[in-house]
């Protein structure tokens, strides 16, 4: 995964990124929004906590069905759209951005596959160089399509504090590639049920973990903000219920949950915040390589194959 992340940095990756994002700060869109399904809109709701954060502009995710199979049009004069999508062939997907496109919009693709139908609709592409992914269950094009967002927000606003960071993501994902999160994978081996908590940037990452685990370790896993678990979810998490908690520099909001889950008789499970790039947005992605390493070594433990789950394809073909 450093290595795939390596490449983002590279000349040719940043002239690309450097080019979307001077387009993109000459356009000064009012507002963007998101397009993408499973993983890649975990990583949507990554980068929207960055965007809003850095450039102050309103993100919202946009359900591809809207045109695909409502049949809808938006306007999109001033705004632009940020579609994420691995294969770059999913229909619905290609359909939205199309649509989008034609009624105005900005139309960014990052993706994996350069030819692809995505790519012939959108007005730029930035590679997410994550390499071929060749598990069904996508864990590289995740992490990298997240980089890959930061360095156009990076570029995008110039934000050289940024960009500093990612220039250093490599090297502390190196270090920290031998972690292991074995108190999650020992409150994890013999349950059927988990749920995850998290804020801000972590939400995206507590989202993928929980989808990790139902595709490749057959747990029903669920997600939440940790500002909205005690809204009603946390009514079922009794006694012995896992939970783990993804904690970022920034989640001021959690306390409350900390507190109040373990009375109820939940297990809990803490994770501290990584610190090595010191920087709220890039820290958090340090817990990608734990969380696939949990999932993998569940599933060898269960009997199961993580690279090649039940029922699931490379690419969804979806309406």
């Known amino acids: 995964m450093p290595e795939a992340v390596a490449r983002l940095a590279c000349q040719q990756a940043r002239t690309k990124s450097q080019a979307v994002g001077a387009k993109l700060r000459q356009l000064n869109p009012n507002a963007l929004v998101t397009v993408a399904r ?4 975990h990583a949507a709701t ?6 809003q954060s850095v450039l102050r502009i309103p993100v919202a995710s946009i359900g591809p069905s809207i045109h695909s199979v409502y049949g809808h049009a938006l306007k999109m004069r001033g705004l632009a759209a940020l579609v994420i ?3 770059g062939g999913s229909g619905d997907i290609v359909k939205m951005s199309q649509s989008l496109a034609e009624n105005d919009g900005c139309m960014i693709a990052l993706s994996n596959t350069a030819e692809s139908p995505l ?3 959108v007005h730029e592409v930035v590679d997410m160089a994550a390499g071929p992914e060749r598990a069904v269950a996508a864990t590289k094009s995740f992490l990298n399509s997240i980089v ?4 156009l927000v990076a570029d995008w606003s110039e934000d050289r504090m940024l960009a500093e960071a990612l220039q250093t993501l490599p090297e502390a994902m190196r270090e920290t590639c031998n972690s292991t999160w074995d108190e999650v994978e020992a409150a994890l081996a013999d349950t059927e049920r988990a749920v995850i908590v998290a804020r801000g940037p972590g939400l995206g990452l507590a989202h993928e973990f929980a989808l990790k685990l139902l595709e490749t370790c057959a747990i029903h896993a669920s997600s939440y903000s940790g500002a909205e678990v005690l809204h009603g979810p946390s009514a079922v998490f009794g006694q012995g219920y896992p939970v783990i908690a993804l904690t970022t520099g920034a989640d001021t909001g959690m306390s409350q949950v900390l507190d109040q889950l373990p009375r109820q008789g939940a297990d809990v499970i803490t994770l501290p915040p990584q610190t090595r790039t010191k920087h709220p947005l890039v820290d958090p992605l340090l817990d990608i390589q734990p969380i696939y390493r949990v999932a993998e070594r569940l599933s060898l433990k269960r009997g199961l194959d993580p690279d090649n789950p039940p029922h699931l394809r490379k690419v969804t073909k979806t309406i």
């Open 38 to 41: 499973g993983s890649s809109d």
């Open 119 to 121: 790519a012939s609709v």
């Open 46 to 51: 990554y980068l929207s906590y960055a965007i």
């Open 148 to 151: 890959a967002g930061l360095w």
């Open 85 to 87: 999508s691995q294969s």
